[in-house]
């Protein structure tokens, strides 16, 4: 597969480490530094840190071999000719995107240059963050001919990042210039030339020998918004959907049908289109607000965004208010919590919509007992330590003997109880769906009141109806 390129990748967050084992895997020799020397030993002992599929076996294939982990930024800058920037970029309490550690990293980087190097930005950054590196750099006393600055935006979703960064919808890369593009090429060549997919144990996904992913040349002003506008724009559908949801809700219509219906319009696509109790996570709720933080300094109205958010947060006391319909009070009730993680497959809680719905019922007095397949951990350390707050290794037991159960995070695991067993251990048979896995009328059949998301409540004939609150 083409010609091994020497890369470096600063950040071994999930955007860095995915990308350092995947550099890897298409043949490439990688350098992944972070400055934390804990993680850097961790991930030289195999240890992921992260849940994320496909990375353990990566990781173990190309650990000190072809991904070496190292703290020295100033080494691995010397050693290689591509070094793609992965660290974090926060969000400031103004909503910006806070760069000091992007430019942190560009002056270390100055410092070591020992020959032209294309210094590739992989984090997300807002517009004009290339031209600011390259100042930075300038600064530092490195001729403008000895570097070049890319941006290179990565689409990989959490829980599915190796195959996303292998299977790509499709390659950004904004260069001003034809050499930096020109190694950019060479180093996606083996996906974009689709030699990867012909190799027996590639990793499966969408792409093929013969589709496989086109590579778009921007200039680097385009590739970095083109990244804000398609985390804003697929936050923004989730929004639209939502709002949709409360509609149909007031409407006694059905959410997944309307999804349905206008999912089919090729313009529109099905994706994106699921409702629930909103979007969370490391990357939209940021993005959206640094996109609209720039463009607000560059004097543009997009105060659309703010609406998006709006409804993003609302959908959470939504939720609540539902609980509330099904249970009346809420001080003292026994909740079961399906999950913790802002969405299945992956044990990251940042910005999880459930954790923030686990706090307001901690606030309103309940007693909640939750389970997560991998979230666990990282949210006993979120959270408050609190005798309300139980957890607990498995489904039955957080239902057992539970006022109600609410379904917080899309696992599969969670789309596949039981039923009747369900029902015998808990104190009522309440499910309140917050990512719609169940269909109503099997819930019904079991003898379940069933609320989800835009759609009318399900509950058994003897019961009386849910009353609104
Ligand atoms: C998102 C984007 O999908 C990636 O393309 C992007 O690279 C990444 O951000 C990033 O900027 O790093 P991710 O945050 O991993 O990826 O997760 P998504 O699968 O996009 O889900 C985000 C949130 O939206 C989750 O809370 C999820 O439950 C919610 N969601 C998603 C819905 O509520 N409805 C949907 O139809 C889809």
Same mark, same amino acid.
């Given at each position: 597969?083409?010609?091994?390129?020497?890369?470096?990748?600063?950040?071994?967050?999930?955007?860095?480490?995915?990308?350092a084992?995947?550099?890897?895997e298409?043949?490439?020799?990688?350098?992944?530094?972070d400055?934390d020397?804990?993680?850097?030993?961790?991930l030289?002992?195999?240890?992921?840190?992260?849940?994320?599929?496909?990375?353990?076996?990566?990781l173990?294939?190309?650990?000190?071999?072809?991904?070496?982990?190292?703290?020295?930024l100033?080494?691995?800058t010397?050693?290689?000719?591509?070094?793609?920037?992965?660290?974090?970029?926060?969000?400031?309490?103004?909503?910006?995107?806070?760069?000091?550690?992007?430019? @942190?990293?560009?002056?270390?980087?100055a410092?070591?240059?020992?020959?032209?190097?294309v210094?590739?930005?992989?984090?997300?950054?807002?517009?004009?963050?290339n031209?600011w590196?390259?100042?930075?750099?300038?600064?530092?006393g490195?001729h403008?001919?000895?570097?070049?600055?890319?941006s290179n935006?990565?689409?990989?979703?959490?829980?599915?990042?190796?195959?996303?960064?292998l299977?790509?919808?499709?390659?950004?890369?904004?260069a001003?210039?034809?050499?930096?593009?020109?190694?950019?090429?060479m180093?996606?060549s083996?996906?974009?030339?689709?030699?990867?997919?012909?190799?027996?144990?590639?990793?499966?996904?969408?792409?093929?020998?013969?589709?496989?992913?086109?590579l778009?040349?921007?200039?680097t002003?385009?590739?970095?918004?083109i990244?804000?506008?398609s985390?804003?724009?697929?936050?923004?559908k989730i929004?639209?959907?939502?709002?949709v949801?409360n509609?149909?809700?007031a409407?006694?219509?059905?959410?997944?049908?309307?999804?349905?219906?206008i999912?089919?319009?090729?313009?529109i696509?099905?994706?994106?289109?699921?409702?629930?109790?909103?979007?969370g996570?490391s990357?939209?709720?940021?993005?959206?607000?640094?996109?609209?933080?720039?463009?607000?300094?560059?004097?543009?109205?997009?105060?659309?965004l703010?609406?998006?958010e709006?409804?993003?947060s609302?959908?959470k006391?939504?939720?609540?208010?539902?609980?509330?319909?099904?249970?009346w009070t809420?001080?003292?009730k026994?909740?079961?919590?399906?999950?913790? @993680?802002?969405?299945g497959?992956?044990?990251?809680?940042?910005e999880?919509?459930?954790?923030?719905?686990v706090?307001?019922?901690?606030?309103?007095g309940?007693?909640?007992?939750?389970?997560?397949?991998?979230?666990?951990?990282?949210?006993?350390?979120?959270?408050?330590?609190?005798?309300?707050?139980?957890?607990?290794t498995?489904?039955?037991?957080?239902?057992?003997?539970a006022?109600?159960l609410?379904?917080?995070?899309?696992?599969r695991?969670?789309?596949r109880?039981?039923?009747?067993?369900l029902?015998?251990?808990?104190?009522?048979?309440?499910?309140?769906d917050?990512?719609?896995?169940y269909?109503?009328?099997?819930?019904?059949?079991?003898?379940?009141?069933?609320?989800?998301?835009g759609?009318?409540?399900?509950?058994?004939?003897?019961?009386?109806?849910?009353?609104?609150v």
């Amino acid at each position: 597969m083409g010609e091994p390129i020497k890369i470096a990748v600063v950040g071994s967050g999930y955007v860095g480490l995915v990308a350092a084992v995947c550099f890897a895997e298409i043949g490439h020799s990688v350098i992944c530094v972070d400055n934390d020397e804990h993680k850097v030993a961790a991930l030289q002992g195999g240890d992921t840190l992260i849940h994320e599929n496909h990375l353990p076996d990566l990781l173990e294939r190309y650990r000190n071999t072809r991904v070496r982990f190292m703290t020295d930024l100033g080494e691995a800058t010397r050693e290689c000719q591509a070094i793609f920037v992965a660290v974090g970029t926060p969000q400031s309490e103004t909503g910006d995107a806070d760069l000091s550690y992007v430019e @942190a990293v560009a002056s270390e980087i100055a410092r070591s240059i020992n020959g032209y190097k294309v210094i590739i930005e992989k984090s997300t950054v807002p517009v004009y963050t290339n031209e600011w590196i390259r100042r930075v750099i300038e600064r530092n006393g490195v001729h403008r001919d000895a570097f070049d600055v890319v941006s290179n935006p990565e689409f990989l979703r959490e829980g599915t990042a190796v195959e996303d960064f292998l299977h790509p919808d499709r390659i950004v890369v904004g260069a001003d210039s034809e050499r930096a593009s020109d190694l950019l090429s060479m180093i996606y060549s083996p996906l974009t030339k689709g030699e990867y997919y012909r190799r027996p144990d590639a990793i499966e996904g969408c792409c093929s020998e013969l589709k496989p992913p086109p590579l778009l040349l921007t200039s680097t002003k385009s590739a970095e918004i083109i990244k804000h506008a398609s985390n804003a724009f697929l936050a923004l559908k989730i929004s639209f959907i939502n709002a949709v949801s409360n509609l149909c809700e007031a409407a006694d219509a059905n959410v997944e049908q309307v999804a349905q219906g206008i999912g089919l319009d090729s313009r529109i696509g099905p994706k994106f289109l699921r409702p629930g109790i909103g979007y969370g996570g490391s990357c939209f709720p940021k993005d959206v607000a640094a996109f609209r933080s720039v463009a607000e300094q560059m004097g543009v109205d997009f105060s659309l965004l703010g609406e998006v958010e709006k409804i993003n947060s609302n959908q959470k006391k939504r939720f609540l208010s539902k609980v509330r319909s099904a249970l009346w009070t809420l001080r003292g009730k026994r909740l079961a919590v399906l999950g913790l @993680a802002f969405k299945g497959d992956t044990d990251d809680i940042r910005e999880s919509p459930a954790i923030d719905l686990v706090e307001m019922l901690l606030a309103e007095g309940c007693t909640v007992v939750a389970y997560d397949p991998a979230a666990m951990k990282r949210a006993q350390s979120e959270l408050p330590p609190s005798g309300q707050m139980i957890y607990v290794t498995g489904i039955e037991e957080a239902a057992k003997d539970a006022d109600a159960l609410l379904i917080l995070t899309d696992w599969r695991e969670f789309a596949r109880i039981d039923l009747r067993q369900l029902h015998a251990i808990m104190r009522y048979p309440i499910i309140i769906d917050g990512r719609n896995l169940y269909d109503p009328q099997d819930m019904v059949n079991n003898d379940f009141t069933y609320l989800s998301i835009g759609r009318p409540a399900a509950t058994p004939s003897r019961e009386p109806a849910v009353l609104a609150v």
